[in-house]
């Protein structure tokens, strides 16, 4: 499957695991996981939900082809 979004990435850059995300989200960790392995895709209002947590801007988050 093609990569639709860099949340893995992003995660990194920020120093915050999916269990952190997980948390704040108030999702289950699987959820955030199968996100970062582009399994499956959050919508758009938790994408910005989670651009707003991890201070980045809605587009750092997917991938514009």
């Known amino acids: 499957m093609e990569e639709l979004n860099q949340?893995?990435?992003v995660l990194v850059k920020k120093k915050r695991t999916s269990k952190w995300l997980a948390e704040q989200l108030e999702v289950n960790p699987t959820t955030v996981s199968k996100w970062c392995t582009n399994k499956t895709q959050p919508n758009l209002q938790t994408l910005k939900r989670i651009s707003e947590l991890l201070e980045v801007k809605l587009e750092e988050l997917i991938v514009l082809n």
């Open 7 to 9: 949340l893995k990435i």
